[in-house]
């Protein structure tokens, strides 16, 4: 007989740190119904969780979970993935923690491709430690740390990607959790690195990118007449045009994995085999230093 | 829907005009307001079930988007320059 | 007749003084003598003074030493900078190319070699060094034929011209050094005849880190360490495993902390600044009680300090480094059997008291090449131990979501789950946490969670301390790491003069095995410690925990080059009085 998987199992008992209305919980339960929906069993999904308001996800998430220090979600998650490559692997942060203090580790995910989604709750501020400028902050934003408005221009997440060859880029909006759920469930059954940017906004320090601003401002790519997803130039060309201000999925091109590639990388899990040494072995290995 | 009485006590007072004028509202007015706000956010398709009304936010939950088992919640919310406080939440039965 | 001599070549960087070194290593190492080959770089790839130095004994030797018997130069500056070694009686075999001169006062003898002619006589203008290998066979009297088979090896695949002008270079090097020497030579007690490895101390422990199970190795560039991520790329997927260059160091150490989450064997391998850069990372393995094994092949700090020089100033570090407090384990290999051992250890350790295990190794043990007995590496030896990790049976019994991951219990150590295994659901962080892993700042729980954290390193057992020499000593010698030949060497140096010297070699450093110290420490009239750095950190680190103030005393080295044997000797002598 074959487990069903509901969202009950998703679920924990814990109370919400989060603010009320916060776009986390839109995301949240997305991600919740996407694993239900996926019938993926709690104990072989790995959740990787960043420092900030989204890394609290993990506290209310009923799976693997590890909470790692700032910005290192994705390094994390590689080490998980290639120790036991039978696991769903998602790493979630947010947009302090992955384009701020762990950009550099962004951009080698991107380019590494291992079987993974990459989950960003971007709300343009820092809300954890109350309302400092984020990356991608817009200019002129006035926060405690940018009294003047701020003066540097915003990281371009979705650009990056693009730009860097990976095969999945997308963006959803918290406020629209169906489409959330869709495009979460192709991230998760892409294979390779998969990142997944959410407009989450943040209710309580940010009054400018609000969820009637981002209602109004957002265009669903399918609502672009010949919008292809396989077009990398015609998905920049489009993120440019609209500045970001675009939901679905942007761009998916089916290749290899890192895991595809590696040599000699085997289909049983790493974590799965037999780690003694045979005698003959180091026998071998200390013949080649005669 | 029950907590329309709790929700006007905490709109009472503080209530304000798109100037930042204070707003007094009658014992009525304050009700009449709070039973609409509950009305407006539970009928609501929209995620997340949030309303500004009379310069105040507010922002409701159903049972298990906040906290698994608990009530419908709606909170009400003032921005004081920085950021949006919470002045209260009140338990509502659908 | 000589039980043991030292040879030595010298150049530019990038001439092949490294290969030099490397094929009269092998060849010496596989007629029977114990060999250490240590090679001395510059961080440039190419120019600058380098040199190659070998030791070679009919009994083991696990330190250079400061004699000489025979030096080649390819360069005027070989000469000066590294003549003044070469003992009385001895040889230089310097390049005619370059017209070289003796500098006053200098008592060895000079072989003026065409090498860079006779090299294009054999028609291969690159064999310089297999030359000058032939006219080391002559000085130090060796048979030609080991050189022979080993040419074969290394040149056979490239066909039978070049290993015919390859043997053509070594005999007219030979011959040259045998008319014009006429009998100045060494006359050298023969090896025995055992064929022995010779390696790196990066690659055996490599080779160990392999045997006792990494199958994750994640790391970033770095000298000295880079021998180590290197080798293991070329061989662990052979055994199923994977190693990544990572961005950083902060993302080597973070991948092998989720590999170890999932229920690897992970690694990382670095030095002093990689290590700086994973100090905020060490306190989230602890925290969220991850296994980890980090391998510090400590350089000359601080800052980018000498990147190819020695010193052992990493150790306060290891032991305290990252924000808060933590329990870690630090273990140092002194020899080189033990750089394989001590892996074993490591990944037990780490696996058992789910906390991260520093490796102190350092850069002489890590870059020197040293011949190892076959025997005295035996898996027969070795265990695997994983520690407790629940599995599905125990975990039949937990209620959704509810796995005490961190249970407080009378050890310190709480069942472990790992990804996969149904029920064993649970929130690693390096949050304060209860016991099943959610966050809370609860004064009771946190106080629970520290103590228990704590506790878990108080069952720990046998250090590993081992100790040489006199019943009684007047004087103890106490070290750890790669000094341990060069005092082994002064002691009995000392032993010879009739001095009562004892020598104790820490290899657990932390926690410090008090229990195994004390006895000795006790019967000591004086200490000295010997360690490569400026401050005496182990000698702090003693005294902090365990007192003996007015016994302690510092021999101290962080020139960037390793300790001679002598000059520990003097040091003991003038602490003795």
């Known amino acids: 007989m074959a487990i069903t998987v509901t969202m009950a199992d998703y679920r924990t008992a814990e109370k919400s740190w989060w603010c009320p209305g916060c776009g986390d919980f839109g995301v949240l339960s997305a991600l919740q119904k996407t694993l239900v929906d996926l019938q993926r069993l709690p104990h072989e999904v790995a959740i990787i969780a960043g420092i900030g308001c989204s890394g609290k996800i993990g506290n209310y998430i009923n799976c693997y979970n590890i909470h790692t220090t700032h910005g290192r979600t994705l390094p994390v998650a590689t080490g998980i993935k290639l120790a036991n490559r039978d696991l769903t692997v998602i790493a979630a942060g947010g947009d302090g923690d992955g384009y701020a203090i762990g950009m550099g580790h962004f951009m080698h995910a991107l380019r590494r491709n291992v079987d993974m989604t990459y989950l960003v709750m971007d709300n343009h501020v820092y809300g954890l430690t109350k309302g400092q400028v984020s990356p991608t902050s817009d200019a002129g934003f006035i926060t405690s740390s940018t009294p003047q408005g701020n003066l540097e221009k915003p990281v371009r997440p979705l650009e990056l990607a693009l730009a860097s060859g990976v095969g999945f880029v997308a963006q959803g909006f918290s406020g629209w959790v169906p489409q959330l759920i869709e495009i979460l469930k192709a991230a998760i059954e892409y294979r390779g690195f998969a990142l997944v940017n959410v407009i989450s906004p943040c209710v309580t320090y940010n009054k400018v990118n609000t969820y009637d601003y981002y209602r109004e401002a957002l265009t669903k790519v399918e609502d672009i007449p010949g919008y292809d997803e396989k077009d990398r130039l015609g998905a920049l060309k489009t993120v440019m045009e609209r500045e970001g201000l675009v939901t679905g999925i942007l761009y998916r091109e089916e290749g290899p994995a890192l895991e595809d590639l590696l040599p000699g990388f085997r289909e049983e899990p790493i974590v799965s085999q037999d780690l003694r040494f045979r005698q003959e072995d180091l026998k071998a290995l200390l013949e080649e230093h005669r | ?94 | 007749m000589l039980n043991e001599f030292a040879w030595m070549v010298g150049g530019q960087q990038g001439e092949g003084i490294e290969s030099s070194g490397d094929i009269l290593a092998t060849v010496l190492a596989r007629q029977g003598y114990h060999v250490y080959g240590y090679r001395v770089f510059s961080s440039r790839i190419k120019g600058g003074h380098t040199s190659y130095r070998v030791r070679a004994s009919t009994r083991p030797v696990r330190t250079p030493n400061e004699d000489i018997h025979l030096l080649v130069a390819f360069d005027q500056e070989t000469i000066d900078i590294e003549g003044p070694q070469v003992v009385p009686g001895g040889v230089i075999a310097a390049d005619s190319h370059f017209k070289p001169q003796l500098p006053p006062g200098l008592s060895a003898n000079l072989l003026d070699i065409p090498l860079t002619e006779l090299a294009k006589e054999s028609g291969n203008p690159l064999a310089r060094n297999v030359v000058a290998m032939g006219a080391t066979a002559y000085v130090l009297s060796l048979r030609l034929e080991p050189f022979h088979d080993l040419i074969r090896d290394r040149w056979g695949r490239k066909g039978e011209e070049v290993v015919a002008q390859n043997i053509q270079a070594l005999e007219s090097g030979y011959r040259f050094a045998e008319e014009n020497l006429k009998g100045l030579r060494f006359e050298v007690e023969a090896g025995d005849g055992r064929s022995r490895p010779a390696l790196l101390g990066n690659y055996l422990m490599s080779i160990g880190a392999m045997a006792a199970g990494c199958r994750v190795m994640a790391a970033y560039p770095i000298t000295p360490a880079s021998d180590i991520m290197e080798y293991l790329v070329r061989k662990l997927p052979q055994y199923g495993g994977v190693v990544l260059q990572m961005e950083d160091e902060i993302a080597a150490i973070t991948t092998c902390i989720g590999a170890g989450f999932a229920g690897a064997r992970a690694m990382t391998a670095t030095a002093g600044p990689g290590f700086s850069l994973m100090q905020e990372a060490l306190g989230l393995a602890a925290t969220a009680e991850i296994p980890l094994v980090i391998v510090d092949v400590q350089r000359a700090g601080p800052s980018t300090g000498m990147p190819t020089k020695v010193e052992q100033s990493d150790l306060m570090q290891m032991i305290y480094g990252t924000h808060g407090e933590s329990p870690r384990i630090v273990l140092a290999p002194s020899t080189m059997e033990d750089a394989f051992y001590i892996m074993f250890d490591a990944f037990n350790l780490a696996d058992e008291y789910q906390c991260p295990v520093i490796v102190a190794s350092d850069l002489m043990l890590g870059v020197s090449l040293q011949t190892v007995e076959d025997e005295a590496l035996d898996l027969s030896q070795v265990e695997w131990r994983r520690g407790h990790v629940a599995g599905e049976e125990e975990l039949a019994a937990v209620k959704a979501g509810n796995f005490e991951r961190y249970s407080v219990t009378a050890s310190g150590i709480s069942p472990r789950s790992l990804p996969g295994v149904p029920k064993g659901q649970y929130l690693a962080t390096g949050v304060e946490h209860a016991p099943t892993g959610k966050v809370t700042e609860n004064p009771q729980n946190r106080v629970a969670q520290m103590d228990k954290r704590a506790r878990k390193l108080s069952s720990l057992k046998g250090g590993g301390t081992r100790y040489y020499g006199a019943e009684d000593p007047e004087l103890l010698l106490l070290s750890f790491g790669s000094t341990f030949g060069a005092v082994e060497e002064a002691r009995e140096a000392l032993e010879a003069l009739g001095k009562k010297v004892g020598h104790l070699v820490l290899r657990r450093l932390w926690p410090l095995p008090a229990d195994e110290l004390q006895p000795y420490l006790d019967k000591a009239e004086k200490v000295l410690v010997v360690e490569l750095n400026s401050t005496g950190q182990l000698r702090h680190l003693v005294q902090m925990h365990m007192g003996y103030q007015e016994k302690l005393h510092s021999a101290l080295k962080y020139n960037g080059l390793p300790f001679y044997p002598r000059e520990i000797q003097l040091r003991a002598e003038e602490v003795m009085g």
């Open chain 2, 1 to 94: 829907m029950s907590g329309a009485k709790e929700l006007a006590q905490i709109i009472r007072g503080v209530a304000h005009d798109e100037k930042g004028r204070p707003l007094p509202l009658t014992p009525a007015e304050a009700m009449a307001l709070a039973e609409e706000v509950l009305e407006t956010l539970f009928s609501s398709e929209e995620w997340p079930r949030m309303l500004e009304r009379s310069g105040l936010r507010f922002v409701a939950f159903l049972p298990e988007e906040w906290e698994l088992g608990s009530p419908a919640l709606v909170f009400a919310q003032q921005w004081d320059g920085q950021s949006w406080v919470n002045l209260g939440r009140v338990e509502v039965s659908l």
